[in-house]
């Protein structure tokens, strides 16, 4: 176990450092020019190439070396930097540098990624169970249903029926913006319902197998009472595919949800994933990539880690 | 069940996390903006929510009546202007303090400028200080002074780097005190000498990104960078704990994404002129979502209504009004404002509303003709020719536009400048709606029907070029606009037209190549001159894409430039803008831009109605 934690902790700069090279030049290779103002409006030319070199644009070369040498903190280490682990100013929001931008986004997507997720998993994996265990009878249609409507109907639609219900016509919750539960609810929700469709049917197919296998049938004839099979045996194994299912689900939930968090007003980082593209804010774009890039790798590691825990069998 | 106690664990401690985060406070004054503050460093303001906020934190030396865009006192008490017109002399208020309590003094306004000349601050604006005296020589010498020193120094350790870059900006300092005619003669008088007489000199001095900044606290954030020679500026001084500003508002608190909070400045020389001792921005990206806050009763103001349903909500607005056109009339015959009228009718019903405003506004919205004589790819651009442009401009019913396409019924135009936006300026009338006359000059420019089957040619009967029409593909309102254009230039003229919408970066792009036979355009005035908008027929302005270039137009400006007598000038400018639209039009006018407001008529005071649409956030009250 410790062995694949170390050979994958030591493998996670080698993967940072191809994700960052393909974004660089990704992104580099978007037409235009950060700096400009979109309304369309040119500062003369002279202003405009003292604004590239200000912010090292004027080469792709020098911006990719500076840039690296910034955000790992070698620069720091030899002097020519003020701080380590360094990803700029941002270019769009030019008061605010993208270490700013992500401390301030990423614990609010964090946040509620994880209450989405909490969430998810205690209605998926509650419908899951209450269907899979008596397939084919109301309750497990219903929570079909459910599941279905859940995992089609799109989250700005959710998000938004939500927000009138609820904000408008209620008048139950406040509209936009982040502070206290009451603001967290309707995105959590939004967020979840979704993925708690998903884990529903995994759970739901995952427990119609477990409840025909041999070792539930030994443990009915041995007596042991329903509940204790279900939660306590064929839970356990229907699990497993949930649990390689939440790794990059919570990945994703925690770095935020573009349309969830636009709908909702959230200040996460969710948005800056399309509109920094749409800006062209190379600083920004990096650090959002870096970020998801990093949380995922550590949330897959821990699910691997997870799966070895919960079925030893695994990687031995 | 041995995962009950962490996960019961974890939930409450999500719980806590989320409930500590504070909640925002009420304030007076709620409003959101169309999109995120991006700076409150007034040098580097060019956006309009920026440029905002500028106006409570910072004071400059003069600012606008809003109402009517005349000029008042701020910062400075008094001014005189010599025999010449070229040399002000401001007087400051010596009671104005710092919110930090230092006086303001004549020597912030020279670090200021200062810095917004210096290229090392990248201001996007500094363009409009080139009007001082020396200006545009420092600039150019301090640029190439740096090309130099990177040259200079390279192979160079960085001790020796830093000392190079301490002596260039040594002798920096000692250049602009030399060459660039701005200067505080006492601690009270500021002192400038201009290039040339600049009649809108106090316009600009009202603008935003000529506000002073507090010297200490900039130099705080800022260094010589040793690799460039640059002086580098961070911007964590825009931050609230560290923002010193001289204006009616100090900033309470800047979260990102979240809001801002401004409150009353307790040492602002003036206090009584702020109607909302606190006022808070809302972010809130969305707009649908904003117009949902709104309608929760949360938000005053709404600043910016873009949604894709805003010609709806202008419908709705429009069934009220004529349900209560009586009374509406009667109230603003007895000498009320339409918003005092609006308030006493009784509550909109299914279908009506009245909080959605229409405000004409500082710009004008246009389709750019490429006026240079060839394509991109090499083929003979049609629009060279003055002629074909006046009869695509002619063959336009912009009326049924603003009625049925955007449905916003905007004020329409035929020129290049909003009419009654600048005091003392007279815009002449452009071309009309006439296809008659269109195809009468297209035919004059040597195209027509020959063969007679619907399509024109030319004398070697070659048809004309498919039309190239680029948009911008965000939102419906281009698209919209491109098919109707499209349909009018085909039935009027007979020729094919192509459309090309863009995303934005990509629209820019081929824009900027001038790539493209018809684009769209628009543009936003800064200060209060006809140069604001002419400028963009100048032969090298970097703002005209449509590459038009007219010995007369530039004459005229430089005769205007010239001009001692205002009055004279004004019928210069007058004379260069007529040429441009009723015998060049480089620009299809289609009509003047409008920003939708929402508020609650009656509740909000204090807004202005002015076409250049500067909103003082200390006048605007809200009767909660």
Redesign the interface.
């Known amino acids: 176990m410790s062995g694949l934690i170390v050979r994958r902790l030591l493998l996670m700069p080698v993967v940072l450092l191809v994700i960052y090279t393909v974004t660089f030049c990704l992104a580099w290779a ?3 020019n950060p700096l ?12 405009m ?3 590239l ?2 912010y090292r644009l004027d080469s792709p070369w020098t911006f990719y070396w500076d840039y690296l040498g910034n955000v790992t903190g070698i620069a720091w280490v030899l ?2 930097a003020d701080r380590p682990f360094d990803f700029g ?1 941002s270019l ?5 540098t993208v270490n ?2 992500l401390g ?2 990423l ?2 997507s964090m ?1 509620l990624g ?2 989405a997720i ?1 969430l998810a998993c205690a209605i998926g994996i509650t419908a899951g169970v209450v269907g899979g265990v008596k397939p084919g009878s109301a309750a497990d249609l219903a929570t079909l249903l459910i599941a279905l409507i859940g995992v089609s109907l799109p989250s700005f639609v959710i998000g ?1 029926a939500l ?2 219900v609820f ?2 016509w209620l ?1 139950a919750v ?8 009451s ?2 609810v309707l995105p959590a929700v939004t967020l979840a319902l979704p993925l708690a469709a998903y884990i529903a049917r995994l759970t739901r197919f995952g427990m119609m197998d477990q409840m025909i296998a041999d070792y539930v049938r030994t443990a009915r004839a041995k007596g042991v009472t329903e509940s204790r099979i279900v939660l306590g045996h064929a839970l356990k194994n229907a699990f497993l595919p949930v649990l390689s299912f939440l790794g990059p689900a919570a990945a994703m939930a925690m770095t935020g949800s573009f349309v969830v968090e ?4 959230v ?1 996460g980082i969710g ?1 800056h994933f399309v509109n920094a593209v ?1 800006g ?1 804010d190379l600083t920004l774009i990096m650090g959002v990539v870096l970020a998801y890039s990093t949380i995922l790798i550590l949330f897959n590691l821990v699910v691997d880690v997870a799966y070895r825990w919960v079925d030893p069998r695994i990687g031995t | 069940m041995k995962l009950l106690a962490p996960l019961v664990a974890l939930v409450g401690a999500l719980a806590t996390v989320i409930c500590l985060d504070d909640t925002p406070a009420d304030a007076d004054l709620v409003f959101v903006n169309a999109s995120e503050v991006f700076t409150l460093d007034p040098q580097r303001m060019t956006w309009m929510q920026d440029l905002r906020m500028a106006y409570c934190l910072y004071e400059g030396l003069v600012r606008w009546n809003n109402d009517d865009f005349s000029i008042e006192a701020a910062a400075a008490t008094s001014w005189t202007i010599s025999e010449d017109r070229r040399t002000y002399t401001f007087r400051l208020r010596p009671d104005a303090r710092w919110s930090n309590g230092d006086p303001v003094t004549a020597h912030d306004f020279v670090y200021s400028w200062k810095r917004a000349i210096l290229p090392d601050t990248a201001a996007q604006y500094s363009s409009l200080f080139m009007v001082i005296d020396g200006a545009a020589s420092f600039f150019r010498w301090r640029t190439e002074a740096l090309a130099d020193f990177a040259r200079e120094t390279a192979g160079l350790g960085t001790p020796q780097r830093r000392d190079r870059a301490q002596a260039l900006w040594d002798e920096t300092e000692r250049r602009f005190a030399a060459t660039v005619s701005l200067e505080a003669d006492d601690r009270l008088t500021l002192r400038v000498r201009l290039a040339r007489p600049t009649p809108y000199f106090l316009d600009l001095v009202a603008f935003g990104v000529f506000c002073p900044v507090h010297r200490g606290t900039v130099e705080g954030f800022s260094r010589l960078d040793p690799a460039t020679g640059r002086l580098h500026q961070r911007h964590g001084w825009t931050k609230p704990t560290h923002l010193v500003g001289n204006g009616p508002y100090v900033l309470a608190s800047w979260r990102y994404k979240r809001g801002l909070y401004l409150e009353a400045n307790r040492l602002y020389h003036s206090p009584a002129i702020v109607q909302s001792p606190t006022v808070a921005c809302v972010s809130i990206e969305d707009i649908n979502t904003a117009v949902l806050a709104f309608e929760s009763g949360r938000i005053d103001w709404l600043s910016d209504v873009s949604t894709e349903y805003q010609a709806d909500m202008l419908a709705q607005r429009l069934a009220y009004e004529s349900k209560h056109a009586p009374r509406i009339e009667a109230g603003l015959a007895a000498g009320r404002s339409l918003d005092e009228v609006l308030a006493d009718l009784p509550a909109p019903g299914r279908g009506e509303r009245r909080d959605i405003h229409i405000f004409p506004a500082f710009g004008t919205d246009f389709y750019s003709f490429n006026c240079r004589p060839h394509l991109t790819d090499g083929r003979d651009n049609p629009f060279a020719n003055a002629g074909v442009r006046r009869a695509f401009v002619m063959s336009v019913d912009k009326n049924a536009i603003v009625r049925h396409v955007t449905r916003l019924n905007e004020p329409i135009v035929t020129t290049l400048i909003p009419p009654g936006s600048i005091p003392g300026y007279r815009s002449p009338n452009g071309l009309g709606y006439d296809p008659v006359g269109a195809r009468g000059s297209l035919a004059a420019a040597g195209w027509a029907d020959r063969d007679g089957d619907g399509i024109i040619e030319n004398e070697r009967g070659e048809p004309f070029p498919v039309i190239d029409l680029l948009y911008s593909s965000n939102g419906s309102r281009y698209r919209n606009i491109s098919l109707a254009l499209r349909d009018m230039w085909q039935r009027e003229l007979g020729v094919r037209v192509e459309l090309r919408g863009k995303e934005t970066k990509f629209f820019r792009e081929d824009l900027r190549r001038g790539n493209f036979m018809i684009g769209r355009g628009g543009w936003y005035g800064d200060y209060g001159d006809p140069t604001t908008f002419l400028d963009l027929c100048r032969t090298g302005n970097g703002n005209n894409v449509r590459g038009y270039s007219s010995p007369r137009v530039d004459e005229l400006l430089r005769l205007a430039d010239d001009e001692l007598d205002p009055r004279a000038r004004m019928a210069l400018l007058a004379e260069c803008e007529r040429f441009l639209v009723t015998e060049e039009v480089p620009m299809l006018f289609l009509c003047q831009y409008v920003q939708l407001y929402m508020y609650e008529p009656g509740r909000l005071t204090g807004l202005s109605r002015h076409p250049r649409l500067t909103q003082y956030l200390w006048k605007m009250k809200s009767r909660g």
């Open positions: 978007i037409p235009g400009e103002n979109p309304e369309g409006r040119q500062p003369p030319p002279e202003v190439q003292a604004m070199e200000q002097g020519t100013p769009t929001h030019v008061d605010w700013e931008i301030a986004g614990p609010v946040t994880l209450l909490l938004t927000l009138v904000g408008v008048h406040p509209i936009g913006g982040w502070g206290g539960l603001h967290a636009k709908i909702f007003a200040p948005t749409l062209k």
